[in-house]
C-alpha cells in the first residue's frame, strides 16, 4: 500500500499524546484496521446522517481520530444539542482542533438561537477568530448588548462584512443593530450594497439595502435583470434611496457594458448624482473598460475628480490601465490615493517606485525614494520582490539558509499531536480534515502562529511525508528564514528533468508549473477531470498524444510518466505556438489558449505589465506564481543566480504574416462564469483546503 513506509510513525507517541488530550485510554488501532470505522463516520457526516454516527461512535474510542469521530457526531446533531454536551465535548478535547472547530459551530447556533447571554460565555475561549460571521455576532453582542461603540467596532464590522461574498444573518443583524446605536452609518450600508452589485450578489445587495429601506429592497432584482429599463423607466434620484438604487443599476450596466453606462452618465446621470456618488461609479466604468483591455479605460478614469472616493479595487485597475498605456503619472496618482494597506502590497510597491522613475528599469539609477521602495519588498519570496531585487541592480541567487533544524525542534514537531493527526488522517485517505487540522496547529492554534524555527521543524515534517502541498505551505509562512529548498522541493526529479529536457522546455519551468498545479500531489485529480502531477485535461492528453505520436489510452493519465510527458509536451506546443513567450504559454496551460491570444493584442509591453493586466484574478496570480517559481527552481536546478525579467520578455500583437498556429490547441482548464460574473478556472491546485 502506497503509505506503508509511513504508518508505523511514532504511534506509541500518538496515543500518549492523545490520552493526555483525555481520549478513552485504550490502545490506539493500527493502521488498517480501526482506521474504516473512521473513514465510514466521515462519510456518514458529509451526509449528516446522524443514526450512523452515534452508531459507530463507540468503535472509534482510543482511535488517534477519536477527536474527529466526536466531533462529526456532536456537530451533525448540533441544532438540538445541549449546553451540557458541548461543555463536556470541550472539555474532554480541549487544545485540539476539534474543541475550537465545534466552539466556532456552537458560537453560530447561539447566534442564530439569539442567545448572546451564552454567546459571551464561550466566545473568549474561541481561539481561531476566522469565522466573519461569528464575528459579527460578537460585534452586535459588544455594542448593542455591552455598549461597547466607537471607530473601532465600525471598523472591525466593515472589514468582516465587505470581505464577505454573501449574506449572512450575523453579519445582516450586526448591521440593523450597529446603524440603530449610530455605530455605523447609512454610507457604509450603501457601500455594502455597491460591492455586491459590482460582484453581480444580488442576495447581498438586497439584504444590505432592506436594513435600511424595505421598500427600496423591492427594486433591485428588477434593476439587476435590467439596468438600463431601470434607469430609464423607474429611477428616481430625489430621494437618498433613489440616488442609492439608481448608483446600483449603473454599476450593474458597467459589469455588462461600460460604454452604456458611460453614455448613461453622459446624458444626465452625472448631474443627478453627488460628487462622491459620481466618482465611485465612474471609477466603476473604468474598472470594467480595464477589465475588457479596453484603451478607453482611461478616459473613463480621468473622469474621477477625488481618486480618494474610490476604493483599493478600483485604484488598482486604474493603475493597471495606465501602466497599459504607460501613463507613469498616473500610475503613480492611483497607487498613492489606495488606502495604507494597499500602498503596502509588492504589487503596488514596485509599481510606484517604477512610476518614480518614469517607468524606467535600473539603466539610469533608481533614485533615493524609488531605492528605498525596492529595498523594502526585494527578496525571493514572490514576483515582485525578486522584481525588485533585479531593479536594484542585484541578480537573484541563493539566498542565505537557516541553520540546520536540531534534534529537539524535529523531535518537538514529530511529537505534535495536531501535526500527528493530521498526517495519520492525510494516511487514511481523510485530506480535507488532515489539512484542516494542519493548517490550525501550524496557523492558528497559538496567538501568532508557530514560530519561524516551529514552521521549518513541521514543514521538515512534512517534506519526510512527501506531503508537499503542506512542506511548502507551511515553509511559506516563515517570515524571518527562507528555506529555498523547502519551499521549492523537487520530487520525481529522475522524471521531470529528463522528460522536460527531451522534450524541450526548462525543466525549472515545468517545475514552477507542477508546483502551482498540483503541489506534487501525483495521484491528484480535479473535479473536472484534471488528472496527475501536471493536471492534463483528457482532451488535451489525447490531442498532444496524436502531436507527439505515442500510444495512448485514458488509463495512462494517471500514470507518472506518462502524465509528465503528455504535460511538458503540451506545454512546449503552447510555448512554440506563443513564440517562446513563457508568461503567455503559462495563461494558456491556464485558461486556455484563447485568452492569451486575445489577450496580446493592443501596445507591444513588457512581460510584467503584461502579466499584471491579465483580467481574471486567478490566471494573473498563476502566470506570476509560475514564474516566480521558475527562477528559485533554476536557483536550485542550476546552481546560478536568475533573472525574472529576462524571463518575463515582452508580449504584443502576432508579427503581421505569421500565421496564428494556436487556434488549434485544445484548453487545459475548464472555465466557469460565476454568479458575479467571475471567470473561474476549474483545475484549480490540488492543496486546495
Known sequence: MQYSSHIRFGLKAIVTCLLTLGTVASQAQPYGGGDDTLINMAQAWRKKDTNTLSMLLPQAAGHPL???????????????????????????????????????????QLGKNRDFQGFARYYPAF?????????????????????????EVAREFRESWYGQRDSDD????????????????????????RLAAETN?????????????????????????????????????????????????????????????????QSGWASRLEAHDRNWVWGEIGKQAALNLDSAAMNYFSQVRQLRDLDDVKLGWMARAALRMGYWPQVRHAIEAMSPEGQREPVWVYWRARALQGGLHLGRGPDREAASLYRSIAGHQGFYEQLALEALGERIGTPASPASLSGS???????????????????????????????????????????????????????????WNRCINTSERTKGVFDLQQRFPTPYRNVVVPRSQATGVDPAYVYGLIRQESRFASAARSGVGASGLMQV??????????????????????????????????LKLVQDDFEGSLPMAAAAYNAGPGRPR?????????????????????????VKKV?????????????????????????????????????????TAVRQIMPSGEVRVLSDPADAP
Open 627 to 667: 514564474l516566480s517559481n521558475t527562477v528559485n527552481y533554476a536557483i536550485l536546478l542550476t546552481g546560478q543566480p536568475q533573472s525574472l525579467r529576462d524571463r518575463l520578455g515582452q508580449v504584443g500583437p502576432l508579427e503581421p504574416g505569421l500565421p496564428d498556429l494556436s487556434r488549434d490547441l485544445p484548453s
Open 409 to 467: 525542534e524535529r523531535a518537538a514537531a514529530r511529537a505534535n499531536p495536531g501535526l500527528q493527526r493530521a498526517i495519520y488522517a492525510m494516511n487514511i485517505g481523510l485530506r480535507s480534515e488532515g489539512t484542516r487540522e494542519w493548517n490550525y496547529t501550524t496557523n492558528l492554534h497559538q496567538s501568532g502562529g508557530m514560530s519561524d524555527r516551529e514552521l521549518l521543524a513541521a514543514a521538515a515534517l512534512a517534506c519526510e511525508r512527501q506531503w
Open 66 to 108: 477519536e477527536p474527529w469521530a466526536a466531533y462529526w457526531e456532536l456537530n451533525a446533531r448540533l441544532e438540538t444539542a445541549s449546553a451540557s454536551e458541548v461543555d463536556a465535548f470541550l472539555q474532554r478535547y480541549a487544545g485540539t482542533y476539534q474543541e475550537d472547530r465545534l466552539r466556532n459551530d456552537w458560537l453560530l
Open 201 to 265: 450578489r444580488m442576495g447581498a445587495a438586497r439584504t444590505a439595502v432592506g436594513v435600511i429601506d424595505s421598500a427600496a429592497a423591492m427594486s433591485v432584482p428588477g434593476l439587476f435583470s435590467s439596468p438600463a429599463s431601470y434607469l430609464a423607466s423607474q429611477a428616481d434620484a430625489g430621494s437618498r434611496s433613489g440616488r442609492e438604487l439608481a448608483v446600483l443599476a449603473l454599476l450593474r450596466l458597467a459589469s455588462g457594458n461600460p460604454m452604456s453606462a458611460a453614455q448613461a452618465m
Open 537 to 570: 485535461m483528457p482532451a488535451t492528453a489525447r490531442y498532444t498524444a496524436r502531436k507527439l505520436g505515442i500510444p495512448y489510452e485514458p488509463s495512462m493519465l494517471t500514470e507518472l510518466n506518462t502524465n509528465v510527458q503528455l504535460g511538458t509536451g503540451y
Open 598 to 622: 486575445a489577450w496580446r493584442n493592443g501596445p507591444r509591453l513588457e512581460g510584467a505589465i503584461w502579466a499584471e493586466n491579465i483580467p481574471f484574478g486567478e490566471t494573473r496570480d498563476y
Open 170 to 193: 450575523g453579519c445582516t443583524l450586526a448591521a440593523g443593530g450597529l446603524r440603530q446605536k449610530g455605530v455605523i452609518s447609512d454610507a457604509d450600508i450603501w457601500r455594502k450594497a
Open 127 to 151: 481561539r481561531m477568530r476566522d469565522d466573519r460571521e461569528v464575528r459579527c455576532y460578537a460585534l452586535y453582542a459588544d455594542a448593542v448588548l455591552g455598549g461597547r461603540t466607537g471607530g
